[in-house]
């Protein structure tokens, strides 16, 4: 069972679209992030969710808006996507905790042509 | 301000040799946690290791073991008779102000290993 499954894993779509991609995490923990890994492979949070309410927002454009129907799920909605928004994201989850270890799962590469 | 510095961008060995991955962090907490992540070519991140800062004893597991040295603020990663199956780009990361509680991570740039046959 994958702990923490992402959907789409390739996704490519033109300049203007709106996407989404889906996460579920199966490890019952109460915190879930979305991180973004760029071209030079450099990794950052975007956004983090604890029992459904927003932690993180690292200045992220408002483009990019993420929901949490509930602890299990955190979705990533992009609208009006441009270029620089190719890039892998992935989700993650935690229990919140101080050093908790954070579980990735395997990655949503997003390519915008 | 939280940073990690991984100083080796890329690393090829030949299979068998032992290779060192340096990771150095900055940080003004005294309480906070470093790990490790592999991520192979197939892309997905996998986790490796967490290290809190009141336990500086070495790990070892299999053929990986970590030297945490608070002294230098260095905990780098060593793999012992590196095999193909270990080319992947290896992270290391902080916690970011744990007091926060916010479970963030600070990633290094990452070390990519090649390991030939």
């Known amino acids: 069972d994958t702990a923490v499954s992402q959907t789409p894993k390739y996704l490519v779509t033109q300049m203007g679209n709106d996407k989404s991609i889906k996460c579920e995490q199966n490890?019952?923990?109460?915190?879930m992030y979305w991180y973004k890994q760029d071209s030079k492979k450099f990794l950052k949070i975007m956004f983090s969710?604890?029992?459904?309410?927003?932690?993180i927002n690292e200045t992220v454009p408002n483009r990019f808006s993420p929901k949490s129907p509930d602890k299990a799920h955190l979705n990533l909605h992009i609208n009006s996507l441009e270029l620089g928004d190719s890039a892998v994201y992935f989700c993650a989850s935690s229990q919140l905790g101080p050093g908790n270890t954070i579980y990735f799962g395997e990655g949503s590469w997003l390519t915008v042509v | 301000a939280q940073k990690v510095t991984q100083a080796q961008t890329e690393i090829s060995v030949v299979e068998k040799e032992d290779v060192t991955l340096d990771c150095v962090y900055e940080?003004?907490?005294?309480?906070?946690?470093l790990f490790w992540y592999k991520q192979p070519p197939s892309g997905e991140l996998v986790f490796l290791i967490r290290r809190n800062s009141f336990d500086e004893q070495n790990e070892i597991s299999g053929r990986y073991s970590w030297n945490f040295q608070k002294s230098t603020s260095s905990f780098n990663f060593t793999i012992t008779a590196s095999q193909v199956v270990d080319s992947a780009v290896y992270f290391c990361?902080?916690?970011?102000?744990?007091?926060?509680?916010?479970?963030?991570?600070?990633f290094g740039q990452g070390t990519t290993l090649q390991v030939k046959p």
């Open positions: 940080t003004r907490d005294t309480t906070y946690y």
């Open positions: 990361a902080l916690t970011d102000r744990p007091s926060s509680n916010t479970g963030k991570l600070i």
């Open positions: 490890l019952g923990h109460d915190t």
């Open positions: 969710y604890n029992n459904k309410e927003l932690i």
